[in-house]
């Protein structure tokens, strides 16, 4: 059997080496509900730069989705992201978009982000506009991870699952989109050397007070791939 990597139990505490800063933020002409549109209608002629754990083998990885919900404020589009509760099995407290592993019942990748987003946050289909898919992303955990990329239409209420999520927020998509945001971390397992992207965002909590939401892993890293797509 194939040996996963080991997890990282404390990003906070791995050294940051240095910042993207030299590379170009994404135009802000680009991060409209129509400029999305037109570049996810056109072919993708690109790679993701980072697929995540390539040495896993894909029949044994779970088939799962989760959805990049860009909700249309008038300050421009934000993407929601979820705080986990700190209990759970799999990246307890992290940041990530609403999502999980397919069921029998979901049709395809696109069912299984909708139907996730609502159990998790409560996030009506209705106020959900699909624009198209990035590549997959293999977890450590052992997940074929599918991002679903949506609009999303104001007014909605959220309802969280209490179990899976502590707080849903929202991040403005051009900070996410500005590399200088993108920290790289880096370190040495096993005699290997290994690196991870972070995009902490200084945010309010739902309780109106600042906190720093550590957006890293398998979040980030979408993120840096949907950066990628925009700038290609």
Do not use: C, K
């Not at 209705?126 to 898919?133: F, P, R, S, T, V």
């Not at 096993?190 to 200084?202: A, D, E, I, K, T």
């Not at 398998?218 to 840096?224: D, E, N, S």
């Amino acid at each position: 059997m194939p040996t996963t990597r080991p997890r990282i139990l404390d990003p906070h505490a791995v050294p940051v080496v240095g910042t993207d800063a030299h590379l170009p933020a994404v135009d802000p002409a680009r991060l409209t509900p129509e400029a999305l549109r037109q570049r996810f209608g056109l072919p993708a002629s690109w790679q993701a730069e980072i697929p995540g754990d390539t040495e896993l083998m894909a029949p044994e990885l779970m088939p799962a989705s989760v959805l990049v919900p860009l909700v249309q404020r008038p300050e421009g589009l934000r993407v929601l992201l979820t705080r986990r509760t700190d209990h759970l099995r799999d990246h307890a407290g992290q940041i990530s978009f609403p999502g999980g592993r397919a069921e029998q019942e979901d049709a395809d990748a696109a069912a299984t982000a909708l139907r996730e987003a609502e159990e998790e946050v409560g996030l009506p289909r209705d106020a959900i506009d699909i624009i198209g898919h990035l590549p997959h992303y293999t977890t450590v955990t052992r997940y074929r991870v599918t991002p679903v990329v949506a609009l999303v239409h104001p007014p909605f209420t959220l309802q969280l699952d209490s179990f899976e999520v502590a707080e849903a927020f929202e991040v403005p998509l051009d900070y996410l989109m500005t590399p200088a945001h993108h920290r790289r971390h880096a370190f040495e397992l096993q005699g290997q050397r290994r690196q991870f992207l972070s995009m902490p965002w200084q945010g309010i909590d739902a309780q109106g007070a600042p906190r720093e939401y550590f957006i890293w892993g398998a979040t980030a890293a979408m993120l840096r791939n949907l950066y990628g797509f925009l700038r290609s």
